[in-house]
């Protein structure tokens, strides 16, 4: 991805109006971020996670871990009920969000056509 279309797809999450963004921080130095939306459905407030990345050398060190925890309970304060995100099958993501109490939904799933 290029620096221009990294940069238009950052501006379009911020500029969301329900956007919500976290950081997590060590020596004023950024090493954890989590970009998302607030959704509104039948089950109540739900944060739908855009991005959530971890410095690439931080990574393994449990800095993940302590921003989803960090993030679910900033979000059961702010009444939300649940998150929500998407992930690609397979991958180190996905074992991660597992082992933090993540579970795939057997009653959805994503679908996608290529045009």
Not at 20 to 47: N, P, T, Y
Not at 84 to 91: A, C, E, F, S, Y
């Amino acid at each position: 991805m290029s620096w221009e279309q990294s940069r238009k797809y950052l501006k379009e999450l911020v500029e969301n109006p329900v956007f919500e963004g976290f950081v997590m921080g060590d020596d004023s130095k950024i090493v954890a971020v989590c970009l998302g939306h607030q959704r509104s459905w039948w089950r109540g407030k739900e944060f739908f996670v855009d991005e959530l990345f971890v410095e690439n050398e931080r990574q393994g060190n449990g800095i993940g871990g302590a921003t989803v925890n960090l993030l679910f309970k900033v979000l059961r304060e702010e009444g939300y009920t649940r998150v929500i995100l998407l992930t690609n099958k397979g991958i180190p993501a996905e074992t991660f969000y597992l082992k933090n109490g993540f579970y795939n939904n057997e009653n959805r799933t994503v679908m996608v056509r290529e045009l």
